[in-house]
């Protein structure tokens, strides 16, 4: 079965420091995989998507991701994160055969000025 | 009124109520999805409708009713809940079930006495 592991919990920052949240995922066939975050009181939202072509993707408010097939990892970095970038980060894998959009178990990101 | 729309955004009620959920999508998707997010755990995918057609039913307990009257509209009946039910019930919609990218409501948040 699909699965994707976030192995932060939780992270702390200071404003301007870099970030770099983890995501594995196990499954060995083409997928499409996603970083969405949700902020304080609000919807989930889409931040970043890959599904093919470059394996590094620029998504919106500056942040990236990387899909890295041999890891079967897609991080997410940001090189200089901002108090607003406060807020909850899932990854998900999903296949283009399948209705079913897994998710990780999430990262709290909180930053301070 | 644009996106995923749920109400009520939050629901308190006992374990013998009968209370439904609802969600609206005004993005002219096919697809639409249920989620139950605890915390500390991954999003639960619940049920999946394609075209108005259940394709998708994780081993939800039968408390737990959806229905979905047209590709706009879902809802999700709930009667003899228990309080580990208690959770942020949220709603998605895709252009089809093929692994696109998700647009997700704001959820409801439920609380179960």
């Known amino acids: 079965a699909q699965s994707v592991s976030q192995h932060n919990h939780h992270v702390i920052l200071s404003e301007a420091a870099s970030l770099e949240l983890g995501c594995n995922y196990s499954?060995?066939?083409?997928?499409?995989l996603f970083w969405y975050v949700q902020y304080p009181g609000q919807h989930l939202q889409l931040l970043l998507k890959?599904?093919?072509?470059?394996?590094l993707v620029k998504g919106i408010k500056g942040f990236e991701a990387e899909f890295i097939k041999s890891k079967f990892s897609f991080n997410l970095r940001k090189p200089s994160v901002q108090w607003s970038d406060t807020a909850e980060y899932f990854c998900?894998?999903?296949?283009?055969?399948?209705?079913?959009?897994?998710f990780g178990t999430g990262t709290r990101l909180q930053v301070f000025p | 009124e644009t996106g995923v729309t749920q109400t009520p955004r939050h629901l308190v009620m006992g374990m013998t109520n009968k209370k439904s959920l609802k969600c609206e999508q005004h993005?002219?998707?096919?697809?639409m999805y249920w989620y139950k997010q605890s915390a500390k755990k991954p999003l639960e995918l619940m049920f999946v409708?394609?075209?108005?057609?259940?394709?998708e039913n994780n081993s939800v307990p039968s408390r737990f009713s959806p229905e979905c009257p047209n590709s706009s509209h879902l809802f999700l009946h709930l009667h003899t809940l228990q309080p580990e039910d208690s959770a942020l019930y949220l709603c998605?919609?895709?252009?089809?079930?093929?692994?696109?990218?998700?647009?997700f409501g704001p959820g409801t948040r439920l609380t179960v006495l």
């Open positions: 998605a919609s895709s252009q089809d079930p093929q692994g696109n990218e998700q647009f």
């Open positions: 409708y394609s075209l108005e057609e259940r394709v």
């Open positions: 890959y599904f093919s072509g470059d394996p």
């Open positions: 993005l002219g998707h096919n697809a």
């Open positions: 998900a894998v999903t296949s283009p055969n399948t209705d079913k959009l897994i």
């Open positions: 499954y060995g066939g083409t997928v499409n």
